[in-house]
């Protein structure tokens, strides 16, 4: 019974695997980390680790998946490591061209509260950040308008 | 006894009827395929993983939906968004309510996102039924691909799924039923949903004919998959 359901399994994993091919990206345990996360908000090295552990395989086997960097950069902002945050945010940009305009967009928001941090320091709020704040009003009104 | 082996290889009946309907998705799609021109024609190459709509019950639904979403849908090469930091901004900004997010119209996305489209996520069903041997959930997902340009939809999609986890078999069948009742016991009290979701996203994305064309990121199969994921009525 068991061999019968091992045979199973490698056929079904075969038969997989030729339809789909290997996976094009390395998420690693990018899944059960980010729900642990979810779950537990102190699960954040275990999420942390877990992006770590997908970008080096992914570098290395040229399979790095979207949004890796960003999520990690995104943890780190989160932590209070601004520099680490935007270091990550341009890799991604220019790993993926395609999440250009949001990871610019960051960035440019991040330097521009830090550097306007130094003038009045007074000012400065932690380490939100605010995408477009026009856009996404925009949006809420849109709602108002719509409904 | 031979009861309980007809359990068992009911059981494999079961697996390999399973089997056949992942063969069916991959090698000719059961159902009529879908019309892929507008989709063609706007030809995407990122998606933006919206938070999840959740009109089901079950408040842990959405997390367990979310964090597997991603990888299917990338994985049929396409640039998808970090999801989570995604998610986590809009909440910033008090946008953490998706069904306020969900009508509003989708091109105001791209000035901040730059995104080609947004998949948006709605579970419509989520229910648990525990009947001591099995527990079996059945859900009902939507998919929907707007266009982030025109904001007109571009793919939708309704995933149905009934799921029951299983307990490896021993060789003893008795011991087989009992394995079955206690893991049912167990997802009773802290259910494991991940294979759940993960099966429902791969099949919404990856099924001939039903999911979405391969994209930039599959250069060998990308814009060469007509057949499978058609543009409209062939034309004469």
Not at chain 1, 88 to 102: C, I, M, T, Y
Not at chain 2, 106 to 118: E, K, M, Q, S, V
Not at chain 2, 132 to 141: D, E, G, K, R, Y
């Amino acid at each position: 019974m068991i061999k019968k359901n091992i045979l199973l399994l490698c056929a079904t994993s075969a038969v997989l695997a030729g339809c789909v091919a290997a996976p094009r990206f390395e998420y690693g345990s990018y899944e059960p980390a980010l729900y642990a996360y979810y779950k537990k908000p102190e699960m954040a090295d275990k999420f942390e680790a877990a992006l770590q552990k997908a970008i080096e395989k992914g570098e290395e086997t040229d399979r790095l998946a979207p949004g890796m960097y960003a999520e990690l950069g995104y943890l780190k902002l989160s932590q209070g490591d601004q520099a680490g945050a935007v270091d990550l945010f341009r890799k991604e940009a220019q790993a993926f061209p395609e999440s250009e305009v949001f990871m610019s967009g960051v960035v440019t928001r991040l330097t521009r509260q830090e550097s306007e941090g130094v003038i009045e320091e007074e000012e400065t709020e932690s380490n939100d950040v605010k995408v477009s704040e026009n856009a996404i009003d925009g949006m809420r009104s849109a709602e108002g308008a719509d409904v | 006894m031979s009861f309980l082996y007809k359990i068992g290889s009911l059981k494999c009946v079961a697996s390999l009827v399973a089997l056949s309907t992942v063969l069916a998705g991959c090698v000719a799609a059961g159902p009529q395929p879908k019309d892929y021109s507008d989709f063609r024609a706007e030809n995407p190459k990122s998606i933006l993983v919206l938070p999840v709509l959740n009109n089901s019950g079950a408040v842990e639904a959405p997390e367990f939906f979310l964090s597997t979403v991603s990888q299917p849908f990338a994985q049929r090469g396409y640039y998808v968004f970090p999801a989570n930091m995604v998610k986590s901004l809009l909440e910033d900004e008090g946008m953490s309510d998706p069904a306020l997010l969900y009508s509003a119209d989708t091109r105001r996305l791209a000035p901040i996102f730059g995104c080609d489209t947004a998949l948006y996520l709605t579970i419509e069903r989520w229910e648990s039924q525990y009947v001591v041997i099995a527990t079996s959930t059945n859900v009902t997902f939507k998919y929907e691909l707007r266009s982030c340009k025109s904001g007109e939809s571009l793919w939708a999609h309704t995933q149905q799924l009934s799921y029951s986890p299983q307990a490896s078999s021993s060789g003893n069948p008795l011991a087989d039923l009992i394995a079955q009742a206690i893991i049912a016991a167990i997802e009773k009290g802290a259910p494991n949903y991940m294979p759940l979701a993960r099966q429902a996203n791969a099949l919404a994305a990856g099924t001939a004919g039903q999911g979405i064309p391969a994209g930039p990121y599959l250069p060998d199969v990308y814009q060469m998959d007509l057949q499978q994921f058609p543009a409209g009525e062939a034309s004469e």
